[in-house]
């Protein structure tokens, strides 16, 4: 199974930073990478795909870039809604698999 | 609105069963690829199960040949049955849609989730 490492495990920032995900896989991945948010007591919520592609109706203040093994989230001007924890997940193989994820917390 | 629900969850003895459902709705459930993921503090977000528009399945290692996923397209409806459920089965089990784009695909519809408890 390819192992997906996010850093952070956590962060602090304030409202109005860019905060700054990573990602890696074990192998090599391709643009299969997928980025989620998700919130307390709520499911994931689908950001990006295919390492870039934002998925409709997610603000233009997120993107993502990278292939290979070594992907990136970026937020910019971080908004109080964006406190929360984030995901990233390998769609090149079977079983699909998740990084461990990153805590955005509130300075 | 597109719209996933699951039920089912519960309390469970190990070695015990549950089935759990995911009642679909806003989209045409037929023309999508259905998933089961379970979420714990400590795996974190774990893929389960999926079935294909053709009825083709898939599991994870560690669940096959205890678990079964179905579905009724008429009923928009998905389902896993769990059986031989063990504590490490413990988990918020999530229905999710697969989007298929260019030959890319993720998890675009979550439901809710319900909670799966394995204890004595």
């Known amino acids: 199974d390819i192992q997906m490492t996010q850093s952070p495990s956590s962060l602090s920032a304030s409202v109005g930073d860019r905060v700054t995900i990573t990602c890696r896989a074990s192998?090599?991945?391709?643009?299969?990478l997928n980025w989620y948010q998700q919130k307390p007591g709520k499911a994931p919520k689908l950001l990006i795909y295919?390492?870039?592609k934002l998925q409709s109706g997610v603000p233009s203040r997120f993107s993502g870039s990278g292939s290979g093994r070594d992907f990136t989230l970026i937020i910019n001007t971080l908004q109080p809604e964006d406190f929360a924890t984030y995901y990233c997940q390998q769609s090149h193989s079977s079983p699909r698999t998740f990084g461990g994820g990153t805590k955005v917390e509130i300075k | 609105e597109v719209q996933l629900v699951e039920s089912g969850g519960g309390l469970v003895q190990p070695g015990g069963s549950l089935r759990l459902s995911c009642a679909a709705s806003?989209?045409?459930?037929?023309?999508?690829?259905m998933h089961w993921v379970r979420q714990t503090p400590d795996e974190g977000l774990e893929w389960v199960s999926a079935?294909?528009?053709?009825?083709?399945?898939y599991y994870l290692d560690s669940v096959k040949g205890r678990f079964t996923i179905s579905r009724e397209n008429p009923q928009s409806s998905l389902s896993l049955q769990m059986n031989s459920l063990r504590a490490e089965d413990t988990a918020v089990y999530y229905c999710?849609?697969?989007?298929?784009?260019?030959?890319?695909?993720?998890?675009?519809?979550w439901g809710p989730g319900t909670v799966v408890t394995v204890s004595s």
């Open positions: 295919a390492a870039y």
């Open positions: 192998q090599t991945i391709s643009s299969y």
């Open positions: 079935i294909g528009t053709a009825g083709d399945t």
């Open positions: 806003g989209f045409t459930f037929s023309d999508y690829d």
């Open positions: 999710a849609r697969r989007l298929e784009s260019y030959g890319h695909d993720a998890f675009d519809v």
